[in-house]
């Protein structure tokens, strides 16, 4: 992809801001159960899919700024009061945005991509006074008609490099 650049990802993707070094994203998934069907000649002829599996990831926003909060609280109108983030009513509808992951391991650069995710809160704030505070949030990948469920962006792992 030539317009992925690790340093800066891509040109029109926001930063979310500071994020913990030793609170990394986890990658997980929901569902994906599977049932063994067989028949009187083959008890276990073939695995089905009987729930099809959503992928998503788990991180910690640790800035409390509009974008952070809005994302938490699924917020897109926090008020126009300043230095006041205003949540009129229980979160209902996740916010839908592009997400983009940049992990650096020393000299390798990996990029996470999807085009289309829908991010919600995963869990309650927690404060403490010798840790920073955050915001779980979960992003889950959802299908963008003619771009793939997510992408995995690196020419220093050798996939697909010619």
Do not use: C
């Amino acid at each position: 992809m030539a317009a992925f650049d690790p340093d800066t990802g891509f040109a029109t993707y926001e930063t979310l801001g500071h994020t913990a070094r030793d609170e990394l994203p986890v990658f997980g998934f929901d569902g994906g159960e599977t049932e063994l069907r067989g028949s009187w000649q083959n008890a276990s002829l073939r695995e089905v899919t009987t729930e099809v599996a959503s992928d998503y990831v788990t991180f910690n926003a640790h800035q409390f700024d509009e974008q952070a909060l809005g994302l938490y609280y699924s917020v897109t109108n926090p008020g126009s009061t300043p230095g006041v983030f205003e949540v009129q009513e229980a979160p209902s509808t996740p916010i839908q945005k592009a997400i983009l992951i940049v992990v650096v391991d020393g000299d390798v650069n990996i990029g996470f991509h999807a085009t289309k995710a829908s991010i919600r809160r995963e869990d309650a704030i927690e404060l403490a006074v010798d840790e920073f505070a955050f915001m779980p949030l979960r992003a889950t990948f959802l299908k963008d008609p003619g771009s793939p469920l997510f992408s995995w962006i690196s020419s220093d792992t050798g996939v697909n490099v010619s």
